[in-house]
């Protein structure tokens, strides 16, 4: 059977997005069957697609030869069953090798993060992203934020452009999110995907879906796959009750604990995992571990996210 094109595969999906962490060994270097092991976790939990070396994957502290064995390994692991997107990023001949890394290893679509480190107008980020796209066959989802912030006009020249599906918004700004969304249903025919992509991005999802956006990325999805599941779950059918509960009790104090430190929207997530069983080893520099005060609160955090789901099932009853 030939798989739905990508874009309808993400378009309605069957559960949360999940954005694996890059596990490494007690040396630093890449330990491939822990990551294997927590993508084969997920699949089968029941994520709706792999986001392979993304923001939470680590891929800024990846060399391009871990990228591609990580992304192989993400797409031998999930076997077609659900889509695998490999993140790219850096400069635009950097970006363009790391598609074709992502192509030969088997990706079915790349997120394009940011360019690194200079702040660019409008027109060399609209041709970044074009370059990049024209350089493999992939379908690209391009994504917002820090020094990657377009107009409504530059969104519409990205989804013009043949290869770019959907963009990934990590800034937040409502306003501008209504305002793209507006100007590329009236300037360009077709459908074009959003993704809400804010740091536990549960936390403001009824806020996008308001706007028209109704798929998110999951960090929690990692290490609470049940959670993840639970509130993508409880979302989709309209149980208002249980949204609400997952948002008092569970994502609000994770959201505030993952705000208190540097680099802890990796590290946190990572520490999660390691929390519930599976060893994915720590960050690397210049990211660093979360303090054991915050370790203990995150488990803490997690016990009473599945104690909420236990009070669920006991409704049900
Ligand atoms: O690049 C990434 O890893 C992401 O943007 C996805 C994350 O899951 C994001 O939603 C988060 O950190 O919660």
């Known amino acids: 059977m030939t798989p739905a094109p990508f874009a309808a595969r993400l378009a309605v999906p069957s559960g949360p997005l999940f954005f694996p962490v890059t596990a490494f060994g007690p040396d630093g270097s890449l330990d491939l069957d822990a990551f294997r092991a927590h993508v084969r976790h997920g699949v089968e939990a029941g994520a709706a697609a792999v986001f392979a070396c993304c923001g939470t994957g680590e891929f800024h502290a990846l060399t391009p030869e871990e990228f591609e064995d990580c992304v192989r390994a993400a797409v031998e692991v999930t076997g077609g069953r659900v889509p695998v997107v490999a993140g790219v990023g850096y400069g635009t001949a950097l970006a363009v090798r790391y ?143 249980t949204v609400r509960r997952l948002l008092d009790g569970f994502y609000r104090p994770f959201v505030e604990l993952r705000a208190r430190g540097r680099g802890y929207a990796v590290a946190l997530v990572k520490a999660g995992v390691r929390l519930r069983g599976l060893d994915v080893g720590e960050v690397r520099p210049p990211l660093h571990e979360p303090g054991e005060d915050h370790v203990k609160q995150l488990a803490q955090v997690i016990e009473r996210g599945l104690a909420l789901l236990d009070e669920d099932s006991a409704g049900d009853r």
Request: a negative charge; hydrophobic letters at 45%; charged letters at 15%.
């Open 99 to 241: 598609a074709r890394l992502a192509h030969a290893a088997g990706a079915d679509g790349l997120l394009a993060l940011p360019p690194y480190l200079v702040v660019a107008g409008q027109e060399g980020l609209l041709r970044h992203y074009r370059e990049v796209t024209a350089a493999t066959p992939l379908p690209v989802i391009v994504y917002q934020r820090d020094n990657a912030v377009f107009t409504p006009a530059t969104v519409v020249g990205l989804a013009r452009t043949e290869g770019i599906v959907g963009l990934k918004d990590g800034l937040g700004d409502l306003d501008l999110m209504q305002r793209v969304i507006s100007a590329v249903r009236t300037e360009v025919p077709g459908d074009f995907l959003y993704f809400n992509g804010l740091p536990t991005a549960e936390q403001t999802q009824l806020a996008y879906r308001a706007l028209g956006v109704p798929l998110y990325s999951s960090a929690v999805f990692c290490f609470a796959p049940e959670i993840a599941l639970a509130f993508h779950r409880a979302l989709h059918t309209g149980d208002d009750t």
